[in-house]
């Protein structure tokens, strides 16, 4: 989603993220999701020239969700060591301690983009259950007998089971 890196909307792609992480069933995630992509957001907000438009974005493959934000300043940013009694400086320092990875790529000649990675449970949306082999023996016979049936009522019913045919001439 592309938008303007303003405090007030901070707070909406927050709440659209979280949402996001819910649908995809992933609810451990969202406290730490959620405040990585304010620390990045925050971070476009505070420093980016020379607009602060961004675009975010989450990605879920297989046993992983990927965050980013990309701006249009091409300055990488680093992480700093704030003094005790500092009030920001800490945003990156945050998004280290709470992610699984995370990192900075220049994005073309005028940009970059920001990421971090969680680790999301195996699987992130439930699958239908497979069925069991029991399950799967009684539907092969089920079918098995729908085909007998089938066979007595075109009046060909034979004792045992239906002759193999091949598509093989010979």
């Known amino acids: 989603m592309e938008l303007q890196a303003l405090p007030s909307r901070i707070g909406q792609v927050r709440r659209i993220v979280s949402a996001q992480l819910r649908y995809w069933h992933l609810d451990p995630l969202i406290d ?14 505070r420093h980016a020239e020379p607009d602060k438009l961004c675009t975010v974005e989450i990605e ?26 500092a009030t920001c400086g800490r945003g990156l320092a ?4 709470l992610s699984e990875s995370w990192g900075v790529r220049p994005d073309g000649e005028s940009g970059k983009v920001v990421w971090f990675t969680l680790a999301a449970p195996c699987p992130a949306v439930e699958l239908p259950a497979r069925p069991s ?11 098995s007998r729908s085909f007998a049936e089938v066979e007595h009522v075109a009046g060909r019913v034979r004792s045992g089971h239906a002759p193999a045919r091949s598509a093989v001439a010979g």
């Open 32 to 45: 730490r999701a959620a405040l990585g992509v304010t620390e990045l957001l925050t971070n476009v907000h």
């Open 94 to 97: 945050m998004v280290a301690a």
């Open 133 to 143: 082999y029991r399950a799967a023996a009684e539907t092969a016979s089920a079918v």
């Open 60 to 85: 879920l493959l297989l046993d992983r969700l990927t965050v980013s934000v990309h701006d249009h300043d091409p300055r990488l940013p680093e992480v700093r060591d704030a003094d005790v009694t």
